[in-house]
């Protein structure tokens, strides 16, 4: 086969910046407002200096600055002036991110409009609910003193919330929840003001996107309510843990809920400065913590935060060891401020000196809601299913109480060599209950009297971070089991086999091979092969499903994945399956093209048909013959011959043998496959193609082409001769159809190509062409063109896009699981030599 030669790197170059300045047209033609609001956001920073740091708050908006003063242009400069470096880089992201995704949802004129329109009410709004509270004494601890806001986000995150309306069920879903998650966290916890003016853009924002949808025709989406469970509940405990957090960073924090921060802290400032002049049991405690401060005694105040961020990551895949540690750490931290209060370590007078509502808010955000989530784990722990291994469970459980007997036995001879760093003598008794209290948070010890602490040296290092270390391996441990979950049953093969004799598709066979395993539905009516590659669960081809019952099998084999917490992808699908899937809300991209010969009527006669007759004579001319034959039917001779030539094969590109949809040597060996042997008039085999039956009502009507390989030093032609004589003998078979398999990252030569195609298609466009040298697709593609055969798209179907990186992922290892270093690295240097 000749190929054209490859194109100079510079014209090369040239057809990138091509495609990068198509690329920004077509964005600036659909995103005109977000690039507007871009560009003024950056002039205003600068004009104003706050883009480096200098003060621009007369531009901005509150109580004082717009009411009182009476200066209400600042309800436009507010919108449109950072305050920070900080706030103009993220302020600029969101605005050619999510409000450039607003605008394609509304218009670019009713976002313009919504943007001043919104973020004046918001502004408007805020400040008036702002004044309002400011003038209630309980109040006034928690709310912000008079701080002009500048903030462009306000606008934006109304415009994003009315624009979530018009937005497909999934996108609105995540929109709303995620948006309004991250709006509550800043106000509730950070609690400044532009956080509050932000919420309340929000929410009129949502009520103006109601009415802008009103009338609206809105598709049906399938969704497993075990995933929306689970999910709500790892983005609060997700909420729960961060907000304590972002208070901390903002300086403590002015939220409502953000009394609760001083569960988290190193020491306690209120309670040293009454130290000086009261006495109390705890303040040795005080002083000591003030003393060790450090990042390490910080970063173990704050563990219990990390866990319930690292349990939310867990609780969002259905894992049990997630929901046993999120309840552990939550009903904990409601318990802390209960026992101080019973034991007198916690003194609270309320109702004295207006500061009743800030008790009721430390009461609601300490105790109140931790255990009012911890109930909610508890109704919903049926969601949770996904169990570790045992030998996973035993391993961690060994790894964290070794961790812990070295951790702490090392902390404890460090302390006795260095006891002369502490301020007194210690006794035994004294070092060992100091060493078991640096494993916990300060908030959760509470010693009877007095904390002895060193002051330098080794004894000081390993006071503040043998504690941290201790649970950095928590963490990782928790992390490592998350990965080691039980797997059911892989499924029987004979059943699907039997399915598939009842009725498949040309590329069904693919679902019997080594490595896949089987979902059925509740009658054992239907099917789906898949090939579990991490978390991703990829349906090879199209399910098998009687008539009409395709659309209960793909919802079926995906509430299977929700329920074990993998991500359900449909790989090699064809236009028939995903008709059904677009229907049922999944999007889609291509990812090959089958090429399929109808036999009825074939004759390899006329001009069109050379390329394919000239092979197929010259060979039978010269003495070569097409043998029909199994594996098991080789003789010895044979076989060695096949395993050689496959070999040789392999040998050749010293690059690791791609699986998953390409058969091996491995697949030849099933006994319902046959092979199809050149032959030449001295018995050596130069030629061996393999293939898989396909059936309709139990009877075999096709054949799939899978393996295809011939000797290096062969005669050419060997290939078309055997197809050609494939296809021939088949149809006096009876068999109506013959696919010469998939080719993928191809695409349709009879469908027009898109000129400006979607980053996500020009990525595997691209990928396809770094690809071609190594293992030469696009090549085997054209030589299937001779055929003149019948294209069949096939597509990769997925139902959330931000699941396409961790399922490209998995389509990598699913097609090269075995591939070493070496080979990995020698695939890279032919990809790259290829580009050259």
């Known amino acids: 086969m000749s190929e054209a030669p490859p194109s100079p790197p510079v014209e090369r170059a040239s057809t990138r910046l091509d495609a990068v300045r198509a690329i920004v047209r077509r964005y600036a033609r659909e995103n005109p407002v977000a690039l507007i609001v871009s560009v003024l956001i950056v002039a205003s920073a600068a004009a104003t200096g706050s883009l480096w740091g200098e003060d621009a708050s007369a531009w901005g908006a509150g109580p004082l600055a717009t009411f009182a003063s009476g200066r209400w242009w600042t309800l436009l400069t507010a919108l449109a002036i950072p305050d920070s470096t900080v706030d103009a880089v993220s302020s600029l992201l969101l605005a050619l991110t999510v409000l450039a995704y607003a605008e394609r949802l509304l218009g670019s004129r009713r976002t313009g409009v919504l943007l001043v329109v919104l973020g004046i009410a918001g502004l408007t709004v805020g400040i008036g609910l702002h004044a309002a509270a400011w003038t209630l004494t309980d109040l006034r601890p928690v709310v912000a003193a008079e701080v002009p806001v500048l903030d462009p986000t306000t606008p934006i995150a109304g415009v994003v919330m009315a624009a979530s309306a018009l937005a497909p069920t999934l996108w609105r879903r995540r929109l709303r929840l995620v948006g309004f998650a991250l709006l509550a966290l800043f106000a509730l916890y950070a609690g400044d003001a532009d956080s509050w003016y932000r919420l309340t853009a929000a929410v009129i924002g949502l009520a103006v996107g109601s009415v802008l949808a009103r009338g609206r025709e809105r598709r049906s989406w399938h969704r497993s309510s075990t995933r929306e469970t689970r999910t709500l509940l790892a983005l609060l405990v997700a909420v729960v843990g961060s907000g304590p957090i ?91 401020p209960i026992v101080s209060l019973l034991d007198g370590r916690l003194r609270i007078d309320p109702w004295v000196d207006g500061s009743g509502a800030e008790y009721v808010l430390w009461a609601l955000a300490s105790i109140v809601i931790p255990l009012a989530l911890a109930a909610a784990l508890v109704v919903a722990r049926a969601r949770f299913t996904v169990r570790a291994t045992r030998a996973a469970a035993r391993t961690v459980a060994a790894v964290i109480g070794l961790a812990f007997l070295a951790c702490a036995t090392t902390l404890f001879v460090v302390e006795a060599v260095g006891r002369r760093s502490f301020d007194r003598e210690l006794s035994v008794l004294d070092l060992l209950g100091l060493t078991l209290r640096r494993f916990f948070p300060p908030a959760f010890t509470n010693p009877g009297g007095g904390t002895a602490f060193p002051h330098h040296g080794p004894a000081l290092f390993a006071y503040q971070w043998i504690g941290v270390l201790f649970w950095a391996i928590v963490v990782g441990a928790i992390l490592w089991l998350y990965r080691r979950v039980r797997r059911p049953d892989a499924g029987d093969g004979a059943r699907y086999r039997d399915l598939l004799r009842r009725g498949s598709d040309t590329l069904g066979f693919l679902g019997t091979w080594e490595g896949n395993r089987h979902w059925y539905s509740d009658d054992a009516e239907c099917a789906v092969a898949y090939r579990l590659a991490g978390d991703v669960a990829l349906a090879v081809a199209d399910p098998l499903a009687p008539a009409g019952r395709r659309p209960e099998a793909v919802r079926g084999f995906s509430d299977y994945c929700v329920e074990h917490g993998w991500t359900p992808a449909f790989y090699s699908v064809h236009s028939e399956t995903l008709d059904d899937l677009v229907e049922l809300g999944w999007r889609h991209v291509p990812v090959g093209v089958e090429t399929v010969m109808d036999l009825p009527g074939l004759t390899f006669a006329g001009k069109t048909w050379q390329k394919v007759r000239q092979p197929l004579t010259r060979a039978e001319r010269e003495g070569y013959t097409a043998v029909w034959s199994r594996w098991h039917e080789l003789t010895v001779a044979q076989a060695s011959q096949v395993v050689a030539i496959d070999e040789e094969w392999v040998a050749d590109r010293a690059l690791p043998e791609m699986g998953f949809t390409l058969g091996s040597l491995d697949e030849l060996r099933d006994r319902d496959v046959r092979l199809l042997l050149a032959v030449g008039p001295d018995d050596r085999i130069e030629a061996v193609t393999s293939w898989m039956p396909s059936w309709t009502d139990g009877e075999i009507t096709g054949w799939t082409l899978d393996f295809m390989r011939r000797r290096t030093d062969g005669p050419n032609g060997m290939m078309e001769f055997l197809i050609a004589k494939a296809a021939l003998e088949l149809q006096a078979e009876g068999a109506v159809v013959l696919s010469l398999s998939g080719a993928p990252l191809a695409d349709d030569p009879d469908e027009p190509v898109d000129g400006d195609p979607a980053p996500l298609r020009s990525l595997l466009r691209w990928l396809a062409e770094v690809l071609e040298p190594a293992y030469g697709f696009a090549s085997l593609f054209r030589f299937k063109g001779k055929f003149r055969p019948r294209y069949r798209p096939l597509a990769l179907a997925y139902r959330d896009p931000l699941q396409l990186p961790a399922i490209g992922a998995a389509v990598g290892r699913a097609y090269l699981p075995d591939a070493s270093r070496r080979e990995m690295v020698a695939l890279a240097r032919t990809a790259w030599e290829g580009r050259r």
């Open 246 to 336: 972002v208070a901390l960073v903002s300086g403590g924090g002015r939220g409502p809920l953000s009394l609760v921060v001083d569960a988290y802290t190193q020491y306690d400032d209120e309670l040293l400065s009454r130290c000086g002049s009261v006495a109390q049991s705890v303040c040795d405690e005080q002083v000591a913590l003030l003393m060790t401060r450090g990042a390490g005694p910080a970063l173990l105040a704050i563990t219990p935060l990390v866990l319930l961020l690292v349990s939310a990551w867990g609780l969002r895949q259905g894992r049990r060891s997630a929901w046993i540690v999120a309840l552990f750490v939550l009903v904990s931290s409601a318990l802390l």
